[in-house]
C-alpha cells in the first residue's frame, strides 16, 4: 500500500526531532504532499510527526488526477503522458499511478519528477487542526478518507 502524507500544522511549538523529521519526509511548509510506499520506516517516521500531519491510503484515481494537476517537473514544468514516457518505463501517468499505489513504483522512478506536491488549502477549510481525525479533526491516520480531503485540495484552475 501507498500513503499520501499531508502536513497541516506550521512551525510554532515543535521539537528539533520533529522537524528534522518532517524535513527528512520533505513536508517543509503547510499543506505540502508526499506519496510513500507503507514501511515500518515511514511508520515510524509519521508516528513520530503524528501531530502535525494527517494521512491515509491513497487511490490510483487520485494519484493520477494529483500528478496531472499538481505534479512539477525540474524547472517547474509539468506533467503529462508524454513526459512520464520519456523519463520513466511506464507509459503513461494513469500507468505510474497504478505501479505507485499498489507499491511497484516510486515517485524516483520518474527521472526529474519533484517528490513534493504543493496544494491548497482544502475547499471549505480544515475541521480542527489540533484535534485527531477520529475525534472529528484532521489530524493523524485517516485511511480511504484521505482522497476526499485530496480532492478539495487540488485547486481548479482558471481558463
Known sequence: MTWA???I??????????????????LTRTNHCVILSQNDATRGMVRK??????WGDISAETVAK???????????GRIDDAYVKSNSKFKSIWDFAQALTKGEANVNDIR??????RLHPPRGGFK???RPFRDFGDLGYRGEAINPLLDS?????AS
Open 5 to 7: 502524507i499531508v502536513r
Open 9 to 26: 500544522r506550521g512551525h510554532v511549538r515543535r521539537s528539533a526531532a520533529v522537524e528534522d523529521t518532517l524535513r527528512m519526509l520533505r
Open 49 to 54: 510527526v503524528k501531530d502535525f500531519v494527517t
Open 66 to 76: 494529483l500528478l496531472l494537476k499538481r505534479g512539477r517537473s525540474d524547472g517547474n
Open 112 to 117: 526529474g519528477l519533484r517528490p513534493v506536491l
Open 128 to 130: 480542527a487542526i489540533k
Open 153 to 157: 485540495m487540488i485547486a481548479e484552475e
